[in-house]
């Protein structure tokens, strides 16, 4: 498999990066990044990419599977229309230009509870994102809904920080139909997307929290 990944430099997308480097079964992996990660790897190859720039996209080389793990917060953007930028606009961008590209398989994380007609500002951008990769129609497109994301990020969320917190707390709480709810570690959620791309099923597959836990937990790299 020869993998293309955006977002390596996040949570889920550096867990991802280095399993896939890792994995035997991928041969190649063009990591777009906006400068280097200083990481060297025999199979990487690191493409300093614009999102903003369609050039760039023209310019971006085959690929058997996509991940895209690109992501941010308003706080972090910015603005409610930068978060549309980075969340919605560059991931779209993206399996736009891959698709013309002959991938096959798309992977995407998104997050629990997006709905393209939610009154919620960030569950609703989610929503509308994985609205306009469905109508892409992709062989195969893999949407990863997880919860909080548990692990050790460059930056410091208080929000996220106090939420942590209090999920932790209640997770004994979060039994049966809410066991979605409980908080994920990035590494997983990685796991779980790699197991994915290498068998990927037909048509569009969405992965809640629980699921994405459960297909982590039953996977060895």
Known sequence: MKA?????????GGHLLRQLLQNPTVRHVVSLVRKPLQLSHIKL???????????????LPAADAVFCCLGT??????????????DYKYPLALAKAMRSKGANHFLVV????????SVVFYSRVKGQLEQQLIDLQYPSLSIFQPSLL???R??????EDLAKLFITMITPLLAGGLRKYRAIQGADV???????????????????????QE??????I
């Open 154 to 159: 460059k930056e410091r969320r208080l929000g």
């Open 110 to 117: 998104t997050a629990l509870g997006s709905n393209a007609q």
């Open 4 to 12: 293309l990944i955006a977002g390596a430099s996040g949570l889920i």
């Open 215 to 220: 297909i982590a937990d039953h996977f060895r």
């Open 45 to 59: 190859q690191e493409i300093i990419f614009d999102f903003d720039n369609p050039k760039h996209y023209e310019e």
């Open 73 to 86: 917060t308003i706080k972090e953007a910015g603005s409610k229309e930068a978060f549309r930028k980075v």
């Open 150 to 152: 548990l692990g050790e």
């Open 190 to 212: 990685a796991k779980a997307m790699l197991k994915i791309a290498m068998q990927p099923a037909s048509g569009v597959c969405r992965y809640p929290s629980d699921e994405i």
